[in-house]
T-cell receptor
């Protein structure tokens, strides 16, 4: 099992550009999450999904969108990138709402200039 | 806003010392308390606690939960330089989400 994979590892965007961060898991987990982590801070939840076709906002959803068309994939879309979106983005998955343990991808380091 | 508060924010110790990291949380929708270790990359899971007073142990690391006082501690004995990391505490909810604290940065000097 590859676990949770994310692409790209690094990206530099100009202000106003858009991009999609990819996330795939091969553990057949129902729950998937997107977090951002700013320097010296914990993880802030952007969006999450409890299954294919179902998504919901987390603490910091503004400026982002998600979709979940399959169990495996949970892409995060940034529209009109802003310097405030410079961060490290982690995707995670967990089996169900009884087991809160989350499995994390390696992260994407995004810089918006 | 759902809060998880960790203390101290950072800690510097020498190899062989014992450290205690603290985590307090709010009771709303509580299902579990989780600890993760983060070494300059993705967090990796350490423990999940759901019951008060039952210690979980893995080698030199142990953790316990107090659901009455709403806190948990993570103990590391005989610290090694490889223990240097950010330790994250998270509250798991019955909606499947987790709220993370800002972490404790532990530095272990030789």
């Amino acid at each position: 099992n590859a676990g949770v994979t994310q692409t790209p590892k690094f990206r530099i965007l100009k202000i106003g550009q858009s991009m999609t961060l990819q996330c795939t898991q091969d553990m057949n987990h129902n729950y998937m999450y997107w977090y951002r982590q700013d320097p010296g801070m914990g993880l802030k939840l952007i969006y999450y999904s409890v299954g294919a076709g179902i998504t919901d906002k987390g603490e910091v959803p503004n400026g982002y969108n998600v979709s979940r068309s399959t169990t495996e994939d949970f892409p995060l879309r940034l529209e009109l990138a802003a310097p405030s979106q410079t961060s490290v983005y982690f995707c995670a998955s967990s089996p169900d709402d009884w087991n809160n343990e989350q499995f994390f991808g390696p992260g994407t380091r995004l810089t918006v200039l | 806003e759902d809060k998880v508060v960790q203390s101290p924010l950072s800690l510097v110790v020498h190899e062989g010392d014992t450290v205690t990291l603290n985590c307090s949380y709010e009771v709303t929708n509580f299902r579990s308390l989780l600890w993760y270790k983060q070494e300059k990359k993705a967090p990796t899971f350490l423990f999940m606690l759901t019951s008060s007073g039952i210690e979980k142990k893995s080698g030199r690391l142990s953790s316990i939960l107090d659901k009455k006082e709403l806190f948990s501690i993570l103990n590391i004995t005989a610290t090694q330089t490889g223990d240097s990391a950010v330790y994250l505490c998270a509250k798991g909810t019955n909606a499947g989400k987790s709220t993370f604290g800002d972490g404790t940065t532990l530095t272990v000097k030789p």
